[in-house]
């Protein structure tokens, strides 16, 4: 009931958003009369400032349309590879006429981010992505909103989650004969999950996998948001946090933990830095100063954009994860696709390096919980590992903002390099020097008209071959 109650205020308010949309302009506007009245400028601030207080935030575009790759700038194309039920495999290709480029573009590694289902939208990753498109072929995992997905799509469950991930990597091995998986927050322990189910079925596991700021082990350096897991209890999450998608949603009757709830509970955790992040847009608007004002929006169209998470998933995850700690206890079983329950057991990795990313001031996953990844995958070799610790960084500095950038990103590439088999780059080049991408040639006959298209689907729940997908195309 809460949710329709919800829905009935948020369209209560629209109208009233849009008016204090209009007023704004009305009163900013240099040809209206009513930027000629007293106090026209602060009139216009407030008026903004209460506009995007009510205004429907929407899921946000990555918007990454070129990126420097040994300083020549080259075009992204962005398109969906693997279309899942609840999560696409989203590919961000790179493209360039330089040949030198090219043959860079060609022998870099391919890797696998796996974004946080956990309330925000994949493009809260946007800066890493972005960094990472200078250096690597990027993959990204864009999960979808529940509300958006139909109850006969079926349930979906933190096995599914796992095994999500699994497909992906292969689905990566199959086209490259290898990858590196990034995991950053949240998916830490599914990504270690799938990996370790991976090995120890005598699979081919990624060269690497890149831990960042996530929950291995909830029970070191407990914060706020374990200790909130740790004293409820189970039905108490499913009492209170999980309801039913209204009528108005493709999704309806899908019982999940809404969106509007997981912002509630993102606020509450810092209201006074909100409430002064606020009133300094309002500032800056009166001030005249356009650059900060616009990085606040940028920031809160982000932020304020959250899911809804399937409530089969988010329950597990808390039991699983901040309750009963099955994967530093050994006790956590996952169902294969094939309905086969399978022991997690990360000491089965052997062939993976592996590196923890942890931020000295992270009050999301404290200190200790994501360098525990060490202590479980005792068979990784001691050289095939490291540990960063971020100084002064938060949790979202180690992904993302100007430590990402300059302190953080520097190594974790470093680290996955270190861990790329050398390859025959002008072998491997030589045949594709007429492509215009970074894994595909291009008939040079299309080259000169070529524009990048736009963002597509390949396919519904699986992913076609690439010849299928494009046959003017060769894979690297």
């Not at 001031?361 to 070799?381: E, F, M, N, V």
């Amino acid at each position: 009931m809460l949710y329709q109650i919800y829905e009935m205020q948020r369209a209560m308010v629209e109208p009233f958003a849009d008016f204090a949309q209009a007023a704004s302009k009305f009163y900013n506007n240099p040809h209206s009369v009513f930027s000629k009245v007293p106090m026209a400028q602060r009139m216009a601030a407030g008026f903004n400032l209460v506009y995007r207080l009510g205004k429907d935030y929407e899921k946000p575009e990555f918007d990454l349309h070129n990126v420097e790759v040994d300083g020549v700038d080259v075009t992204i194309r962005e398109r969906v590879e693997v279309d899942k039920p609840f999560c696409e495999l989203r590919r961000f290709k790179r493209f360039s006429d330089d040949p030198h480029t090219l043959e860079a573009m060609l022998s870099q590694p391919v890797v696998l981010i796996v974004a946080p289902l956990s309330g925000h939208y994949a493009t809260l990753l946007r800066d890493t992505v972005q960094s990472m498109l200078s250096g690597h072929k990027v993959y990204i995992t864009d999960w979808k909103n529940a509300r958006t997905v139909p109850l006969s799509e079926g349930e979906f469950h933190l096995d599914d989650y796992v095994n999500y991930v699994q497909e992906f990597i292969r689905y990566l091995q199959g086209r490259y004969g290898q990858c590196h998986v990034v995991s950053v927050c949240q998916p830490t322990v599914p990504v270690l999950a799938a990996v370790s189910l991976m090995a120890s079925r005598g699979e081919s596991t990624p060269l690497s996998m890149t831990m960042m700021g996530g929950p291995i082990d909830a029970r070191r350096s407990p914060t706020a948001v374990n200790n909130l897991a740790e004293t409820r209890s189970f039905e108490w999450f499913e009492s209170n946090v999980i309801y039913e998608v209204p009528n108005n949603y493709p999704g309806a009757g899908r019982r999940v933990y809404p969106g509007f709830l997981q912002y509630s509970g993102f606020v509450a955790m810092n209201p006074d830095r909100h409430a002064n992040s606020h009133y300094d847009y309002f500032k800056d608007l009166i001030k005249g100063d356009e650059a900060s004002a616009e990085h606040h929006r940028k920031f809160y169209d982000e932020y304020n954009a959250v899911l809804d998470m399937d409530a089969d998933y988010y329950l597990e995850t808390i039991a699983t994860v901040f309750q009963e700690y099955k994967l530093v206890n050994g006790t956590w079983n996952v169902r294969s696709e094939q309905g086969q329950p399978e022991l997690v057991r990360p000491q089965d990795i052997k062939n993976t390096a592996l590196l923890t990313v942890e931020g000295e001031l992270d009050d999301i996953s404290g200190s200790g919980q994501t360098r525990a990844a060490h202590d479980l995958c005792s068979g990784i070799k001691e050289t095939a590992r490291q540990h960063i610790e971020v100084q002064g960084a938060g949790h979202y500095g180690i992904f993302s903002g100007s430590r990402w950038r300059k302190t953080v990103y520097p190594q974790v590439r470093a680290f996955i390099l270190s861990h790329q088999p050398a390859a025959a780059t002008a072998a491997s080049a030589a045949g594709h020097l007429s492509s215009v991408s970074d894994d595909a040639p291009m008939p040079e006959s299309m080259m000169e008209n070529y524009e990048p298209a736009k963002p597509e689907k390949t396919g519904q729940n699986s992913a076609p071959a690439p010849k299928q997908r494009d046959n003017h195309r060769a894979r690297a």
